[in-house]
């Protein structure tokens, strides 16, 4: 299954709840999820809060069963 890409994650979340969620974030969250992720910054990482995870898992769900 092709996960969403990372513009319509944080654009689900945003419109849902008002959040903003950094790419890292999001990436931390795929890669849990055992999808590819290509890490191109060396910059530290910033880990996903307990919501934000729960929030992005939700999206990566809900926007793979749209086609």
Wanted: charged share 30%; aromatic share 8%; hydrophobic share 30%.
């Amino acid at each position: 299954m092709k996960c969403p890409t990372y513009k319509a994650i944080a654009g689900y979340i945003k419109d849902k709840y008002g959040k903003n969620v950094h790419t890292c974030a999001i990436a931390r969250v795929k890669e849990e999820l055992g999808y590819p992720v290509n890490r191109q910054s060396t910059s530290p990482k910033i880990l996903p809060t307990d919501l934000e995870r729960q929030y992005i898992k939700e999206a990566i769900e809900n926007l793979s069963k749209v086609k």
